[in-house]
Each structure stands twice: as structure tokens, then as C-alpha cells.
């Protein structure tokens, strides 16, 4: 099975921009069909926020379209997902995972506030 360990999450105020990397190791993201994102938020369940498959289709949760974008480095065998126009909102644990899902990563904490 894949690992995957996310990164580059912190703290950001309303409207600003990060970028989150996932880095796998144990097997080609070429190689994988399907990859996501998704998120937790304290007291809610975990969502999906996007999905990009192999081919380079992609498909995001309707409050983040227009705002994120997945994409996968096959060279750097990592997976990003840079948002932009943060919102409070947006603040969660950020998971990336397979898709049907593998091991879940300890994620990265996304905090959006003033």
C-alpha cells in the first residue's frame, strides 16, 4: 500500500492562499487511478474536496470550485492542492488519500482566521 504524508498547512487569514502537498512513497502516483482530497472540520464528518484521476480529470465539492485546484507530480511523486480566497469556513484537517481510500496520513491542520 501507498504512504502518504501531507504538508504545508498553517494558519491564513480570510482570502489568503496555501498550497498542500501530499508525498507518497511505496508506490507510483502514476500508477494510481484516482486521487482526493479531503477534510475534516471539528464536530463535522470527513468530506471530499477533490478528486483528479489519472487523465487529468478532475472535480471538486461545490463551496471550494473556482477556489482549489488538485494536481499531481508524477516526477516528484506528490499530489498538491492549492487554495486560493480562503475562507473561515475552509479551516479543517486535510487528508489526501487514494481513491477507493487506503491508510489515512495524520493530515494538515488548515486554519483560516483574522
Known amino acids: 500500500q501507498v504512504q502518504l504524508v501531507e504538508s504545508g498547512g498553517g494558519l491564513v487569514q480570510p482570502g489568503g492562499s496555501l498550497r498542500l502537498s501530499c508525498a507518497a512513497s511505496?508506490?507510483?502516483?502514476?500508477?494510481?487511478?484516482?486521487m482526493g482530497w479531503y477534510r475534516q472540520a471539528p464536530g463535522k464528518q470527513r468530506e471530499w474536496v477533490a478528486v483528479d484521476t489519472r487523465d487529468g480529470i478532475t472535480n471538486y465539492l461545490d463551496s471550494v470550485k473556482g477556489r482549489f485546484t488538485i494536481s499531481r507530480d508524477s516526477a516528484k511523486n506528490t499530489v498538491y492542492l492549492q487554495m486560493n480566497s480562503l475562507k473561515p469556513e475552509d479551516t479543517a484537517v486535510y487528508y489526501c488519500?487514494?481513491?477507493?481510500?487506503?491508510?489515512w496520513g495524520q493530515g494538515t491542520q488548515v486554519t483560516v482566521s483574522s
Open positions: 488519500n487514494t481513491v477507493p481510500n487506503e491508510n
Open positions: 511505496g508506490r507510483s502516483i502514476f500508477s494510481i487511478n484516482v
